[in-house]
């Protein structure tokens, strides 16, 4: 629906809730969700598309929302950071990054978790080498990686077991 000034109203079902926000065209994903409805808990760090901060799942799919225009996710199904623990209890795979020291300063943390959803959606057991390469895309300043790597293994074996 296009309002008088140019502006639209976007409407997607974000962690489950039917939203909707004004955006102008041109308005980012990370910024309508930052701003337009005020979900902060994904990050925006270089908003060109390098750092993997402000990665979302866009209908269970991984994608910057820094390099998406709001207006493209009209109608999907987005999940972010906010959508993940229930309940005030964390998610399996949040419970493994606190567990294995999979962060520091937290601020590439909601990409890497919903990356790592995405990654255990696709492959359950993945290897090493498998998460790495899954998770080069995203960039953390503070851990040396090798916490998320042990984090991303401990919630595929936490998932594993559960579904046993
Ligand atoms: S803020 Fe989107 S990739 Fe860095
Ligand atoms: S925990 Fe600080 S950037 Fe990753």
Do not use: W
């Amino acid at each position: 629906m296009e309002t008088r000034q140019g502006n639209v109203a976007v409407e997607m079902t974000v962690n489950g809730e039917p939203m909707v926000g004004i955006a102008e065209p041109r308005t980012l994903l990370s910024d309508f969700l930052r701003h337009g409805l005020g979900m902060t808990g994904t990050h925006v760090g270089c908003e060109q598309g390098v750092c993997g901060a402000c990665t979302v799942l866009i209908d269970g799919q991984p994608a910057r929302s820094c390099l998406t225009f709001a207006v493209q996710a009209e109608g999907c199904r987005v999940d972010t950071v906010e959508g993940m623990a229930e309940g005030g209890a964390l998610s399996d795979v949040q419970e493994a990054f606190r567990a294995e020291h999979g962060l520091q300063c937290g601020f590439c943390t909601p990409g890497f978790l919903a990356a790592t959803e995405a990654l255990l959606a696709e492959n359950p057991d993945p290897t090493d080498d498998e998460i790495r390469d899954y998770l080069s895309g995203n960039i953390c300043r503070c851990t040396g990686y090798q916490g998320i790597i042990a984090a991303v293994r401990r919630a595929a074996q936490t998932r594993k077991a559960a579904s046993a």
